[in-house]
């Protein structure tokens, strides 16, 4: 007997349809299920991923200072009462630093013991002083209340990562200095605020005043000259391809290779940039210009396809009607064509700079991992970038450094996210249905 159609109604299906039809239903269940549990999974994990890092970040946006009423003794700093900026540059701030502590604990006596306490504050202090006193020298003279940054360590007890009930022997600050930072604490002198520093400092050899904004300035510089390089050539590369070029083997093979460029990996356009912009065009290491000369080339690839892609997702129709006007080939594309592809050429091009913003290999192999203290002012001057600072302060041994490369990546994360949010929202903004 044949059996009924599966689309008869269901007092009138025999057994085995109705059998296969609850089987397809349980199978398509299985599968919705699969797949809830794949995207739940992936985002527990990126939850845990995410949150470990934060957890070890937080403390970097915190910061221990130490206020100190400190002499601004003209004897130590301008004897001879010149006000000269180089007699005072070469003052022995550390000297007026070491006398606020000394008045604080006049029974410290012993010479070992002074360096003890002098460990407290730490040794950027002196600079600060330094750059306060030259901003202003009417200081001198005066007793001024003054904030410094803490020492690492009095940093990582304050904020609870040393231990004070292991023994002297296994942690780094010994019972005398925890005694004296108690006493501190006691008269108000020890203060946890935000650490403004991470945010407006460069990178230092002390983790306590160790910042991001020298890399972001770097960045900013690399990815500006990768840009400029990078998106006019992509474009105007993609509007030949697509629009102009004679289909032939001769483009065939650059369309075959600009693909596979897309795919290389980048430590190799690293190596190219070291052979080319290095060694036979000698351009400064460890600059923006070189750093986005390299970029550009990972980059290229990206655009051109890109490109390219939002190009022929123009209806030929439009062409068409542009040509029925008596518009030329120029101007269909610029007039017609490439504004309506704009959308997807941004949002291409932005995709293409956040992938160039979060590269460290190439950098590495042209010179972007040299220790930076100062602030870059131009894409010629030395300089790094936020992934290089976090490789950079990932391979130092001091556990301040720990928390600030937790606290960069977020940084790090925060402009990806950025620039992937700006490429979504310029797609569904401009995009248009066909």
């Known amino acids: 007997m044949t ?32 797949g809830i549990a794949a995207l739940v999974t992936a985002a527990g994990f990126l939850f845990l991923l995410l949150g470990g890092i934060a957890y070890k970040a937080h403390p970097a946006f915190l910061q221990t200072s130490i206020e100190l009423s400190v002499y601004f003794d003209p004897a130590v700093i301008d004897p001879e009462g010149t006000h000269e900026p180089e007699v005072l540059r070469r003052a022995d ?21 002074k360096r003890a306490l002098q460990k407290l504050v730490s040794p950027s202090a002196r600079h600060e002083l330094r750059a306060l006193l030259l901003d ?23 904020k ?6 292991v023994p002297e022997t296994e942690r780094r600050l010994s019972d005398r200095q925890i005694a004296w930072i108690d006493a501190l604490d006691e008269q108000g002198a020890i203060d946890l605020g935000f650490n403004h520093r991470f945010f407006t400092n460069a990178d230092s050899r002390y983790p306590e005043t160790a910042g991001i904004w ?39 093979f650059i369309e075959v290779n600009v693909n596979n460029l897309a795919a290389v990996p980048s430590i190799i356009f690293g190596l190219l940039g070291l052979a080319i912009f290095l060694q036979v065009f000698e351009l400064p290491r460890s600059a923006p210009i070189v750093g986005g000369l390299t970029l ?28 029925g006007i008596g518009a030329s080939p120029m101007q269909v594309v610029t007039q017609h064509v490439l504004p309506l592809a704009l959308p ?60 600030k490369t937790s606290a960069a990546i977020i940084v790090l994360l925060v402009f990806l996210i950025a620039m992937n949010a700006i490429a979504i929202y310029l797609r569904k903004r401009f995009e248009k249905k066909w």
């Open 136 to 158: 202003d020298p009417g200081l001198i003279g005066r007793t001024e209340r003054i904030s410094f940054p803490a020492a690492s360590d009095l940093d990582m007890l304050i």
């Open 160 to 165: 609870g990562q040393i231990a004070r009930d």
């Open 214 to 252: 020298g890399a972001v300035v770097g960045s900013f510089f690399t990815l500006l000259m990768t840009l400029v390089l990078a998106f006019p050539i992509g474009v105007a590369s993609a509007i030949y391809l697509e629009e102009f070029a004679p289909k032939n083997r001769w483009t065939d």
């Open 93 to 113: 701030y550390g000297a007026l630093i070491s006398r606020s502590l000394a008045e604080l604990f006049p029974e410290v006596t012993e010479r070992k013991e």
């Open 344 to 403: 997807g050429i941004l949002t291409g091009t932005i995709i293409g700079m956040a992938r160039a913003l979060g590269e460290t290999a190439p950098l590495l192999m042209i010179g972007m991992v040299a220790f930076i203290m100062e602030i870059p002012e131009g894409p010629f001057d030395p300089a790094t970038v936020l992934p290089v600072q976090v490789f950079l302060w990932a391979d130092r041994p001091e556990r301040g450094f720990l928390e």
């Open 296 to 323: 550009m080339l990972m980059t290229l690839p990206t655009i051109i396809i890109t490109t390219r892609a939002a190009l022929g997702a123009v209806p030929p129709s439009i062409r068409e009607a542009a040509y």
């Open 3 to 34: 059996e009924r159609p599966t689309d008869a109604p269901l007092w009138q299906r025999s057994s085995g349809q109705l059998a296969r039809l609850k089987s397809r239903h349980r199978a398509e269940r299985r599968f919705k299920a699969y």
